[in-house]
């Protein structure tokens, strides 16, 4: 869905694009022009499939990589794109590996000096047996305990490296803590246990290299308990609101610390940074960095950028720019 709308939005008389898709099996397609809907079941009719990958790649000016999740967002292809030496969009393979896995966010962003909500490290061993991850690497096997004695339920519970809230679980019972961390498991061996709060969420976009700017704040209101991917990209009663219901002073902070965010992983190109504020304490957290965030119409990232004056079609060429400047 972010792929087809960046391709409608794209400066035909300005660029020449080659669309290339991935299928689940890793094969690689140049695809047909005629194509219109990649989220369709006919995105591979007439596909041709790509043999010589590294030396296609190096045969384009710049690429623009729209895959969220493993693989797209995790440094993963971005690595290939290095090696290739081909300029691309977004976020470099240390930044993007980083701001995917939840765990080491947490450890850059509090470096930074950037209130967080609080969290427990579990590890699924390759024996299977699930431990906490204590600051000092220290490790404890008896989760539930742990998780009941620094904030109890409700909890959530989420795949350290798993994109758009795949894997992710909100935990009301205290016996449902290890079934969900078995289910967060089948996602990722690194697994993220925090407190839940009662919380408004809210979001800013960022974009530059050296100088970064950032939007207003967006505010997202899930149809449903939290933001879920269904939430984001399938349900129509989900909605966004721009700017965001909260007083100017929330806005302000939350605008730089955006920014202080970005610069704390090294970030390129662009972000979406996601806070919680608290509704109980007027705490504001930071909760996570997108550095590839969803593009379709009704996107958060897109349209901040849009509140902030620049369109899809000038926020594609200004990506492009800051790839080619990197």
Not at 65 to 79: K, S
Not at 213 to 230: A, K, M
Not at 260 to 277: E, Q, S
Request: aromatic residues 10%; contains cysteine.
């Amino acid at each position: 869905m972010s792929c087809t709308n960046i391709r409608k939005k794209i400066d035909d008389t300005r660029y020449e694009v080659t669309v290339l898709g991935i299928d689940q099996e890793g094969t690689w397609y140049h695809l047909d022009d005629e194509v219109k809907d990649y989220a369709s079941d006919n995105w591979l009719n007439n596909a041709k499939e790509v043999k010589e990958i590294f030396d296609f790649l190096r045969s384009f000016d710049v690429i623009f990589p729209v895959l969220h999740g493993m693989y797209g967002e995790d440094g993963t292809i971005q690595g290939l794109f290095e090696m290739a030496g081909v300029p691309y969009v977004g976020c470099r393979v240390n930044d993007s590996a980083n701001a995917m896995d939840k765990v080491i966010t947490k450890k850059l962003i509090d470096a930074a000096g950037i209130k967080q909500v609080p969290s427990l490290y579990v590890k699924k061993r390759f024996d299977d047996e699930f431990v906490i991850v204590n600051d000092d690497t220290t490790e404890e096997k008896d989760i539930v305990k742990k998780v009941m004695d620094t904030f109890g339920v409700p909890c959530f519970i989420k795949a350290s490296r798993s994109g758009s809230s795949v894997g992710c679980y909100k935990v009301n019972k205290e016996e449902d803590i290890l079934p969900k961390l078995k289910e967060a498991g089948q996602y990722d061996r690194k697994i993220l246990i925090e407190k839940s709060i009662n919380a408004t969420e809210l979001e800013c976009a960022v974009l530059g290299n050296d100088d970064i700017i950032s939007s207003r704040v967006g505010q997202i209101l899930p149809h449903g308990e939290f933001y879920t991917f269904e939430s984001k990209y399938e349900d129509e009663e989900s909605a966004t609101c721009i700017p965001a219901r909260v007083d100017q002073s929330i806005q302000d902070t939350i605008r730089k610390e955006a920014v202080r965010a970005f610069k704390a992983i090294d970030g390129h190109g662009l972000a979406r940074c996601d806070f919680f504020l608290d509704k109980d304490t007027g705490d504001l957290y930071l909760n996570e960095l997108n550095t590839l965030p969803g593009f379709t119409n009704i996107s958060m990232y897109p349209q901040l950028m849009e509140d902030f004056g620049i369109s899809q079609e000038e926020l594609i060429n200004r990506l492009i720019a800051l790839a080619l400047e990197r």
